[in-house]
């Protein structure tokens, strides 16, 4: 090679370039004093560059950009996280939960085969038990009724299971519209 | 806190799928792993550290709030530079800072539209402010890089700070391969020619 190396050559060895007809701006460099200073304050300069430090930010950067980050938790990813939080986290007393967990799955089979064994008794028990239960709330309904309107509620109480219906639907009406007053005063209030 | 110890041994990618399930503690590994290099790169773009930690931040907050929108086949990290690479360059291009070129475009291919494109100016000295802030870079090739243009910088950086190869730099950069070699060539040639000066 009869000329100095072009800058674009310096580059490629500077890249660690091979092929591209590398060995012979190699050869060159060797023998010429010219080309080989020019290389090497390419090569000082690079070194110098990959030495540059990385700038910290201020301590308070991740926190300021966190602050601003939107979370969102899939319900899916929330529902196993909670499950994954109430698993102990000692292996003792992962297994002894892990057996309590069995014994009541197999007391729960258990009890559901000798129920569905004995169908009939089932059904007549949990008819008398949904009985009382009704009972038991529309008692709590006129008592509450009886207190609230007096002798204006004897119609609502005579009528029966629709009387009742309409008394309860009357009282739900009633507490939203109470509540939505106070709702709004509250915002008034705020506001001013 | 036990997830906390565990990201840090995690790639990028399965950090990323962690965060893209709305998990903290992957969104602060990814911010802790870049805060540094994302910061270094806008710092040596702007040179004002409050201004770099505005966009740094914004560069997160981008990244973080659109992170079900990052494709694992691509690195995150060219993701990241690519964010933060845009958010200077609006910015510098926003506030016009002197660092419009004073040679004329990089894309002149002739002498004369070069000169078409360059700016008269009496001095390149810099002011008060400037050298405060080159002190505070703490050196002269800091210095020389501040001359740089902005392309010229980020590309730069990116091959020798960043360790990033000219490919990932196109692909970050949304450069042609041939333009970044280009940017990467003038820019050493600038930095030398600064440093040889300062050295005579």
Redesign the interface.
């Given at each position: 090679m009869d000329r100095h190396l072009l800058p674009e050559e310096i580059d490629l060895l500077l890249d660690g370039e091979v092929g591209f007809g590398t060995p012979p701006l190699k050869a060159h460099v060797r023998s010429c004093v010219t080309c080989s200073r020019e290389l090497e304050s390419a090569r000082v300069l690079v070194r110098t560059l990959e030495h540059l430090p990385h700038i910290a930010p201020s301590p308070l950067f991740a926190g300021r950009v966190m602050s601003r980050v939107q979370l969102f938790v899939p319900w899916h990813v929330a529902l196993l996280d909670t499950v994954r939080g109430l698993i102990p986290q000692s292996r003792p007393l992962r297994v002894a939960a892990g057996a309590l967990f069995a014994t009541m799955a197999i007391a729960l089979t258990a009890l559901s085969v000798w129920a569905f064994t004995r169908i009939d008794a089932v059904l007549f028990t949990a008819d008398l038990v949904v009985d009382r239960a009704r009972s038991a709330a529309f008692g709590a309904l006129g008592g509450a009724l009886s207190a609230l309107l007096g002798d204006a509620a004897r119609p609502l109480l005579t009528g029966g299971a629709l009387g009742l219906a309409a008394a309860a639907l009357l009282l739900v009406v009633t507490g939203a519209a109470a509540a939505t007053m106070l709702r709004a005063a509250a915002v008034r209030a705020r506001e001013r | 806190m036990a997830l906390a110890l565990d990201l840090r041994n995690l790639p990028d990618a399965d950090v990323a799928a962690l965060a893209k399930?709305?998990?903290?503690p992957a969104?602060?590994e990814l911010?802790?792993r870049y805060?540094?290099?994302v910061?270094?790169l806008i710092?040596?773009m702007v040179r004002d550290r409050e201004t770099?930690?505005d966009l740094?931040?914004d560069t997160?907050?981008k990244v973080?709030?659109n992170i079900d929108r990052y494709r694992s086949e691509f690195k995150l990290s060219s993701w990241l530079f690519k964010i933060a690479n845009n958010v200077t360059i609006d910015h510098l291009r926003r506030r016009q800072l002197a660092t419009v070129s004073l040679d004329g475009s990089p894309h002149a291919q002739t002498v004369a539209e070069a000169q078409a494109t360059s700016l008269d100016v009496e001095s390149r000295g810099e002011s008060a402010l400037e050298a405060m802030e080159s002190r505070e870079l703490g050196s002269a090739?800091?210095r020389a890089i501040g001359q740089l243009r902005p392309e010229y910088r980020s590309c730069?950086l990116l091959r020798?700070?960043e360790?990033r190869s000219y490919e990932e730099i196109a692909a970050t950069l949304d450069l042609p391969l041939g333009t970044v070699?280009t940017y990467?060539?003038r820019a050493?040639?600038e930095?030398?020619e600064a440093?040889?000066d300062l050295r005579e």
């Open positions: - | 399930e709305g998990r903290e969104f602060r911010v802790r805060e540094r290099p910061f270094s710092f040596r770099a930690e740094a931040q997160f907050i973080l709030n090739i800091e730069i020798h700070v360790g070699k990467i060539h050493r040639h930095l030398r440093l040889g």
